[in-house]
């Protein structure tokens, strides 16, 4: 699918309000039309419905089908042939989440070989049972674990940035991966719960880590010096940080991290310096990205930036429509303010929205009482 995918065929003509939900229906029809002659589409059977009498209950999902997406022999998942998918796992997001673990699944050559590991905010083993069962019922033969992150082992570390979403004690967890996963564990590919995969994600796995620690999309033509204020360039101390490094901004969002080499390195302790950093001296306003560009920008192994074309939840205030960039497609990110599931609810979609839509598992009440 992403050999023909491609985004030079943006911009796309704004489309008419009134035609969003009849896109939206029509690329649903066309994935459980193609369900009937393989395993790529969507069983339509409900698994769960909120409670009524439970507004805090979390939402019904579909059912996905159990893949086989390959005629070639996969192997049984083993040390070696794993490959290792971390996420975190939040109610508000579980929508976006439930998408993307469904287009990873979907254009895996070997979904056999896919191992989630789910980081939760959770704060009550109530809370962790429904995720589970929530996870269970839509993907029942995925394999995963679930791991609690204890919020107060960052909270207090955490500046206020220039968006309240940004703040959340959960957007710091992929800095405490190596503390969190089992030591078997040795390199995992992070993902946020605001994409989908739209190639087999087994070439991102695959990438030559030439040593490096993380593995990302770099992007220089961006301006660095706008992630850091002028408290940080203005201190002849601090910008030398970046002294024998060539930085560019890199988004924290698609990552394979060599997670061996980042115990042996105590990177926690080092995005964890700089933490401390920001709370004595204001130098950069947005939330978790920052201390990681000051430990890593200009040291990352970089990778096609097919492999996350981000920003189509606009920027962090408005979160404006964008298009897509020019050049092939692995993976649709919707990093910024704007989140697909929540502009489709609206009746409100930016175009690139009903890129994500066919990956909804989603099921509101509305929709069971249409049926």
Request: charged share 25%; proline share 6%; with cysteine.
């Amino acid at each position: 699918m992403a050999a023909a995918f491609r985004s030079r065929l943006s911009p796309v003509p704004a489309i008419p309000r009134a035609h969003h939900l009849l896109m939206i229906g029509v690329l649903l029809s066309l994935l459980l039309l193609q369900s009937s002659s393989s395993t790529l589409g969507i069983r339509l059977s409900l698994v769960r419905r909120p409670n009524p009498d439970n507004p805090n209950t979390l939402p019904a999902f579909r059912e996905a089908p159990a893949f086989r997406n390959s005629d070639k022999y996969c192997t049984l998942p083993s040390a070696s042939a794993t490959i290792h998918v971390t996420m975190t796992l939040d109610a508000n997001y579980l929508r976006g989440t439930m998408a993307a673990v469904l287009s990873i699944l979907q254009h895996s050559t070997c979904p056999e070989n896919l191992s989630f590991h789910f980081l939760s905010s959770a704060t009550a083993a109530a809370d962790d049972r429904h995720l589970q069962s929530s996870i269970n019922t839509t993907f029942p033969y995925l394999k995963f674990s679930i791991y609690r992150f204890n919020a107060t082992r960052i909270r207090f570390k955490i500046s206020k940035s220039i968006r309240q979403a940004l703040d959340q004690p959960l957007n710091y967890a992929r800095i405490h991966l190596a503390d969190i996963l089992p030591n078997d564990v040795k390199r995992v590919i992070y993902l946020d719960s605001d994409l989908v995969v739209v190639d087999d994600v087994e070439k991102l796995w695959n990438v030559d880590m030439e040593g490096k620690v993380v593995a990302a999309p770099e992007y220089c033509h961006a301006n660095f010096m706008q992630y850091f204020t002028d408290a940080f360039w203005s201190d002849r101390d601090l910008a030398k940080t970046f002294e024998g490094r060539k930085p560019c901004y890199f988004n924290t969002g698609v990552m394979v991290v060599d997670v061996e080499e980042w115990r042996r390195g105590r990177y926690t302790e080092k995005v964890e310096e700089w933490m401390d950093m920001q709370k004595r001296k204001r130098i950069y306003h947005l939330g978790s990205l920052p201390p990681f560009l000051l430990v890593f920008a200009g040291k990352i192994r970089a990778v096609d930036h097919r492999w996350n074309q981000h920003g189509l939840g606009g920027d962090n205030l408005e979160g404006k429509c964008r298009n897509l960039h020019p050049g092939p497609v692995s993976l649709l990110h919707w990093s910024g303010k704007g989140k697909p599931w929540l502009r489709l609810d609206s009746r409100r979609p930016c175009t690139v929205d009903h890129l994500w839509a066919p990956y909804d598992l989603y099921r509101s009440s509305r929709h069971s009482l249409e049926e």
